[in-house]
């Protein structure tokens, strides 16, 4: 017989229903009630052991997952010795899925699964059985432990934790080297058959890749594959169980493998020669033009560093390897001149900078080109003979003379003539100028050390055919020095001298400085412009000097201030020399010298006069000056002064009081009455406008009788105010801010007849109404008189 029979006749087998009474060291308690056993035997005392007689004896039962079957599946029986087959005896079931998933005949002890069993699920299960007296309910067996075991069969397939792998490897790898392992699980019995054995074999990527069958290792199968020239394979590996014989259940899986980059490509020019302009005008630095090299690699693999080896152009540029591009930027090392030269050859190489030796033998590693760089002539600016100028002058010289010359050429062939000029933001207070044909810079102002010792200019120069082309050149002037200031004190010294001071006494120290700078330094001489009596001056020799007393005792009674003067004169040639006069005061000092009071009107206070008797004194000084200001101002308000403060001031006086009245339609405004009034004309109030040199007396006018007209009443006015010689030479106007509502006559202000130009027609007035017949008869006076005729 074959094994697959055998296998087959197993699972036959195992399918049929049986209970099973195999005993495996199953451990059970006693009866309560001895038992006979058919067996005696004597123990090594001679006497004789009985044993006693099990009740059930199991402890496994096995069954067979995936059960497919439409009856329940039968697992095994329970039977205890004490059951006479009378049905007095309850079998009861309890543990693992008794009740629900196993169970139990309460009189017969057959056990039964009520559905299908999944091993992969749970592989065994545990219960409990036991045997009850059924009208006593007491166990006639003590509680037995037993075990259900679930047979596997192969139902579950090979499976991989991934469904698509990622992996590489590097490309010209040598036959068998690893790329990656992949691991399938299967969920069934690995103990129980072959259904947990997997076998893996390749379905996709041969001739290419291989896999071990046992460990799932995919290795390389082909010698030199080139990433050149393909990156990406894709391997399918597929898992069999039952040791990948016939029936088994398989799963596959994708895995996509990459070939790495290696250094297995040298770097290639793709031209042999390559050509460049550039300008003769470009600056140092300047990037000329790029180069570079193909490399069919990638990363640092394909990294190039590229140099120039050869040419004669080896010191004029420079090639930088530009890290991003991979290219090589050609820069210009030295200045270029189209006059000089116009043709450079370069030879560039590019070489690999990361190199594996395991491949040296595909080399060399690195390329060569010729690179051909062509100078094109631009017109270019002028250039001066230096790149900058320094010339010194003494501060002394004649306007007009040349300090120095400055000169530049055009480097082109042509050779135009060159035109200089000051930058004059260079020199604001234009103390140079410059001669435009040949570059002599000369002064145009005096020029003085000690406002500017340096000057810093700057000299442009232009062709005469193309002034926008310009060049500048730095010229610095030192202003030499030249000894033409005086030494002066060196500070404002205020001295004195005491009462008591004795001959020969010192009461001040004095220095000098110089605005000069001579060579050999500061030297200063101090003496007295005359002999003086009372003071001398003794030189220290160290541009210092001592003034010191003659006499004994000074009196600040007699003299209070003594004039010094003092000659300082200088080292250098000419000789500068100046006299500065020191006043010296005398003063009071007490025993040790300090000064306690210089002046002279000290001497005439009352030697016991207290601080609170000096504070009083102030205080009434200070009243007395109050009383003066305030009677000289109520004077001056006594006095009257005229508005007008010359003849020639003769003005008009508009004073407003922002009430214009309200018209004829206004009746509140101003009573008529008020005219007519006797009381008001008697009522004459001086006017408030000015002020009145004299008091004039009112006069009496005589009252106007009640029927008196309006008009006369306003003549009389005027008239009074005519002849009133208080009142001013100039007309006052009062007015009124309020017109009054719905006027026809609108207004009636003369000012503005001044603009209108000839003779106006006042016929309109006429139709006013009687109220201005009067107007109308003195602006209308031709037309009136022929009326009235």
């Known amino acids: ?51 006693q007689k099990r009740g059930w004896m199991w402890n496994q039962f096995f069954l067979l997952e995936e059960y497919t079957g439409s009856d329940y599946q039968y697992v095994g029986k329970l039977h205890s010795d004490q059951d006479k087959g009378d049905g007095s005896l309850k079998y009861i079931l309890s543990g693992d899925g008794a009740g629900t998933l196993f169970i139990i005949d309460e009189k017969t002890g057959d056990i039964h699964a009520t559905r299908r069993i999944d091993r992969e699920e749970k592989a065994f299960y545990t219960l409990r059985a036991q045997a009850i007296n059924r009208r006593t309910l007491r166990p006639v067996e003590p509680e037995s432990e037993f075990v259900i075991k679930i047979h596997d069969i192969n139902d579950n397939e090979p499976t991989f934790p991934e469904e698509i792998y990622t992996a590489s490897v590097p490309e010209m790898s040598v036959v068998g080297t690893s790329v990656v392992q992949v691991t399938a699980t299967d969920a069934d019995d690995p103990s129980y058959g072959n259904s947990a054995r997997i076998i893996y074999s390749i379905l996709q990527g041969q001739p290419y890749f291989s896999v071990e069958p046992e460990t799932g290792i995919i290795r390389t199968a082909l010698p030199n594959m080139n990433r050149e020239n393909r990156e990406q394979y894709q391997v399918v590996i597929q898992a069999k169980d039952m040791g990948g014989q016939m029936g088994g259940l398989s799963g596959t899986t994708t895995v996509n493998i990459t070939l790495t980059d290696v250094n297995d490509n040298p770097p290639r020019f793709p031209q042999s020669t390559i050509h460049l302009r550039i300008p003769e005008s470009s600056p140092v ?43 090589g930027i050609i820069t210009v090392r030295k200045p270029l001149d189209y006059e000089t030269r116009r043709l450079y050859t370069l030879k560039v190489e590019a070489e690999n ?30 250039v001066f003979s230096r790149s900058s100028y ?27 003539p060159i035109r200089f000029s000051l930058d004059r ?81 010192l009461i001040q120290t004095i220095s000098a400085v110089d605005k000069d700078d001579p060579l050999g330094g500061q030297k200063f001489f101090f003496s007295l412009a005359a002999v003086n009596p009372n003071f001398t001056v003794q030189d220290n020799e160290d541009n210092t000097a001592r003034i010191l007393t003659r006499r004994n005792g000074f009196s600040r009674h007699e003299i209070s201030t003594y004039l010094l003067p003092v000659v300082i004169s200088d080292n250098d040639y000419p000789i500068q020399s100046s006299t500065g006069t020191l006043t010296i005061r005398v003063c009071a000092c007490d025993s040790r010298g300090n000064m306690q009071s210089c002046s002279a009107e000290a001497l005439l206070l009352p030697a016991g006069l207290s601080t609170g008797a000096l504070v009083a004194i102030l205080l009434c000084i200070i009243i007395l000056l109050v009383i003066v200001v305030l009677f000289a101002a109520l004077k001056r308000q006594r006095k009257k002064e005229p508005l007008i403060l010359s003849k020639e001031d003769i003005r008009d006086n508009i004073v407003s009081y922002n009430d214009e009245g309200g018209g004829e339609e206004d009746t509140q405004a101003f009573d008529i009455g008020t005219l007519r009034n006797p009381a008001a004309i008697e009522d004459k109030k001086l006017r408030r406008d000015i002020i009145p040199e004299t008091l004039f007396v009112p006069r009496r006018t005589p009252s106007a009788p009640d029927n008196t007209d309006v008009r006369d009443f306003i003549n009389q006015r005027l008239k009074e105010h005519d002849t009133d010689p208080s009142a001013p030479p100039y007309d006052s106007l009062a007015t009124y801010a309020y017109e009054g509502n719905d006027s026809i006559a609108e207004s009636l202000s003369s000012l503005e007849s001044g603009t209108t130009e000839g003779d106006q027609n006042y016929d309109y007035l006429r139709e006013w109404g009687p109220r201005f017949n009067k107007l109308a008869e003195m602006y209308g006076g031709g037309e009136s008189d022929k009326d009235t005729s």
């Open 390 to 416: 320094l010339f010194e002058v003494h501060e002394d010289i004649e306007l007009g003379t040349i300090i120095g010359t400055v000169m530049a050429r055009d480097p082109d062939s042509a050779s135009s």
């Open 425 to 505: 933001h260079t020199d604001l207070d234009r103390i140079f100028n410059i001669h435009s044909g040949n570059g002599s810079i000369y002064t145009s102002k005096p020029l003085d050390r000690e406002i500017s010792q340096w000057h810093n200019l700057s000299v442009i120069a232009a062709e005469i055919n193309n002034p926008k082309d310009t060049t500048r050149v730095p010229v610095y002037v030192r202003i030499l020095d030249v000894n033409d200031n005086a030494p002066q004190f060196a500070v404002f010294y205020d001295t004195f001298v005491c009462e008591n001071a004795r001959a020969g006494q």
């Open 1 to 51: 017989m074959t094994v697959q029979q055998v296998l087959l006749l197993l699972l036959l087998w195992m399918w049929l229903p049986h209970p099973c009474h195999t005993e495996m060291l199953f451990r059970r308690t006693p009866d309560l009630r001895p038992k006979s056993f058919g067996g005696r035997a004597l123990g090594n005392d001679g006497k004789a052991i009985h044993r």
């Open 353 to 382: 900078t990361h190199v594996d030796p395991r491949f040296y033998y595909l080399g060399p590693f690195k390329d060569t080109t010729i690179v051909k760089i062509s100078v094109e002539d631009v017109d270019e600016p002028p």
């Open 285 to 327: 630095g300047t990037a000329i033009g790029s180069v570079k090299a193909t490399d069919a690699d990638t990363g640092k693999n394909a990294e190039v560093e590229y140099r120039i080896i050869d040419g004669d152009g080896t010191d004029m540029f420079d090639i930088v390897t530009q890290k991003d591009t991979q290219e």
